[in-house]
């Protein structure tokens, strides 16, 4: 059964600190997408690749924020620095485009900046 | 930026009993998908809408798109405790960050069904 991997499941880190959160989307997915979800703005499109190439990322502070995919099987997001403001719930997820496609969500990175 | 609406935010009721939430938005998606996450795991999808007036059946949930593909709904007959969970709805082809593929999601409707 594919699933979407993420890590670390839990992070929790002080102001000012980098932090990294990695992705592995399922195997001959070639769309990644990065997601952050909070209580106040729910599910927010931040970055998303095709073929590892970035195709859009408007949804994400750029001065502190940068999303990668150094190859097919990783998909990385940092965020340095941290703020607090950033806490949040990071989701991956990967999908194989060509239609009306299917999103796979990974478990999510659970984000705390003190 | 394209919002999409849910209501209720938070709905409590007793196991057998119906429900409809609803999805809507002012702009038109080229299709709409269903998502149910529970705690702890991300969304996972149930279903995706696309003709204006489509009707999908999945077991116990009916989905609707509207006419004008601007809005759906979702209704559970006799509900159940394992149908406890956030619903989201996302549009897709409606992202106005200038990539078509993005998911464009509500902040979805907290359903506990109680035994």
């Known amino acids: 059964d594919a699933r979407v991997t993420q890590t670390p499941r839990h992070k929790v880190t002080e102001m000012g600190q980098e932090v990294t959160m990695r992705c592995q989307p399922i195997l001959g997915h070639n769309t990644v997408f990065w997601y952050r979800q909070t209580m106040m703005q729910g599910l927010e499109l931040l970055a998303y690749?095709?073929?590892?190439?970035?195709?859009?990322d408007s949804g994400m502070p750029k001065d502190r924020f940068s999303a990668e995919m150094p190859d097919a099987t990783l998909a990385t997001l940092k965020i340095q620095p941290s703020e607090p403001r950033d806490s949040a719930v990071y989701f991956c997820?990967?999908?194989?485009?060509?239609?009306?496609?299917?999103?796979?969500f990974g478990p999510g990175t659970r984000l705390l900046v003190l | 930026t394209q919002l999409l609406e849910q209501s209720p935010q938070f709905l409590s009721i007793q196991e057998g009993e119906n429900l409809t939430v609803y999805c809507n938005s002012s702009s038109v998606f080229s299709s709409l998908q269903w998502y149910r996450q529970e705690p702890g795991e991300g969304p996972v999808l149930l279903v995706t809408v696309v003709t204006g007036g489509e009707v999908k059946k999945l077991k116990r949930l009916t989905f609707q798109f509207g006419d004008a593909r601007k809005d759906s709904s979702l209704h559970i007959t006799a509900a159940q405790p394992g149908d406890t969970g956030l619903y989201l709805c996302a549009g897709l082809g409606g992202y106005s960050g200038g990539g078509a593929d993005g998911l464009t999601f509500g902040k979805g409707t907290h359903l506990i069904i109680q035994p």
């Open positions: 997820a990967s999908a194989k485009i060509g239609g009306v496609e299917t999103q796979y």
């Open positions: 690749f095709r073929n590892r190439a970035p195709l859009d």
